[in-house]
């Protein structure tokens, strides 16, 4: 039985892990040369979710209005959840190179995809995933676009 629930869990998480797309930015030739200091934080979903998917955008938002409330009244830090099945997200997902769930940090032409960390640690690990965040918007605060 604890087989069972295990390959249950590993089926659920690895089609999340590896259906976001997005593209590195070095890898990406068609992104036209964005200036701006702005991080936005992007996690694009379907309709249907399962409690970790609904887990991951909770707890991201959560995290970034610990840690960056400023930014976010500000708006050089935002965030945006997207469903893909609606029509009006096609666009922005395209745009970000994105065609399924993916929690992608941007700025500028720079993207990090977090999803795979977000799907393992939000639910079970949300201090770990703080970390992580807190990282990578370290990271692309550093970066001049």
């Known amino acids: ?33 964005v200036s701006t200091n702005e991080i936005n934080v992007y996690y694009f979903h379907f309709t ?20 960056y409330a400023n930014e976010i009244e500000e708006k050089t830090i935002s965030f945006k959840a997207i469903n893909l099945d609606e029509g009006d997200s096609k666009e922005i997902a395209e745009k970000l190179g994105v065609s399924g769930q993916c929690l992608l940090f941007v700025k500028g032409n720079e993207k990090i995809d977090l999803t795979s960390d977000g799907f393992m640690h939000a639910r079970s690990n949300p201090e770990k995933l703080k970390e992580i965040i807190r990282e990578t918007i370290t990271t692309l605060k550093a970066i001049s676009n």
Do not use: D, G, H, Y
């Open 48 to 67: 249907r979710r399962c409690v970790t998917c609904q887990a991951v955008e909770t707890t991201t938002q959560e995290i970034l209005k610990e840690l």
């Open 1 to 33: 039985m604890k087989t069972i629930k295990t390959l249950l869990l590993i089926s659920l998480f690895i089609p999340a892990i590896f259906a976001c797309s997005a593209k590195n930015a070095e890898n990406n030739t068609n992104t036209e040369s």
